[in-house]
């Protein structure tokens, strides 16, 4: 079994929360956001046993357990969805399957055509449609402490992201739809999530997201200039309404004769 820490922080066991100081805040420390080019090279990294794993995490945002409890037959490859309806829990007497961490935990996830091509590669050699998506090299379910230190750590030191946890994945995976404009009430229902106040926490823009709002406010009011300046009248149009004679250079004259 995984180190208690790594344990939680992965969402594989249940916090108590009368035995964690400060757990009636929805607060918690920040975790790192991976770029898209740190996830493709952890994916690279992990070899190709592994490496659907690594983004089917980061651009869905499940959590390690319903990753492991995924059959072939709950990712539909033509509508770029993956079906939530369990996960895969750890006791002391080795494993077993229940329902996801909330009620809002089942539910049917899209994923971009981006990574289409890998998982089609990857479920092309999983023995059969009952099997699971990710498994041990005996058909069994993924252990996450034999993965963390066969595959992770590994994979960690060769990119140089030493401390990141898999976890962070699903953290990325959460950021990234947050940047993409989610509202609350979309990145609840892709998180899993009963509570907005933990989808709130991806909402806090990053610098670069503040950038592009405040690039695309620029763009919005130059347009709205140049519609209001296309739409001002010239000084001919002005000195016809006005009904004044108008000399050709297109200007009015107010004083003719002189």
């Known amino acids: 079994m995984p180190r208690s820490g790594a344990a939680l922080d ?25 770029s898209v080019a740190q996830v493709y090279a952890l994916a690279d990294a ?37 079906r939530v309806t369990r996960q895969l829990d750890y006791h002391r007497k080795g494993y077993g399957f229940g329902p996801p961490k909330s009620k809002a935990g089942v539910r049917t996830v899209p994923f971009p055509e981006l990574i289409v091509p890998d998982l089609c590669e990857h479920l092309r050699w999983v023995p059969s449609p009952v099997s699971f998506v990710f498994s041990s090299s005996t058909g069994s379910p993924l252990s996450h402490s034999n993965f963390r230190r066969r595959a992770w750590l590994p994979a960690l030191a060769t990119v140089g992201l030493e401390g990141v946890h898999f976890h962070d ?10 940047d993409a404009g989610a509202n609350p009430k979309e990145l609840m229902a892709r998180m899993g999530q009963d509570s907005e106040r933990a989808a709130l926490i991806y909402l806090q823009s990053s610098a670069g997201r503040q950038r592009a709002l405040a690039d695309e406010v620029g763009r919005m009011a130059a347009a709205a200039l140049a519609r209001a300046k296309s739409a001002e009248p010239s000084g001919t149009q002005r000195a016809r309404k006005q009904n004044r004679p108008v000399n050709p250079s297109g200007g009015s004259v107010s004083n003719l004769g002189k």
């Open 46 to 82: 992990v070899g190709l046993r592994y490496r659907a794993l690594i983004l089917l995490a980061a651009f869905t945002s499940l959590r390690w357990a319903e990753l492991a409890a995924l059959t072939p037959a709950d990712i539909d490859l033509d509508a770029r969805t993956v």
């Open 169 to 178: 994945l699903r953290h990325t995976g959460n950021q990234l739809t947050a």
């Open 10 to 34: 992965d969402e594989m066991i249940k916090r108590n929360p009368s035995r964690i100081k400060g757990a009636d805040r929805e607060d918690s420390p920040e975790r790192p956001v991976l």
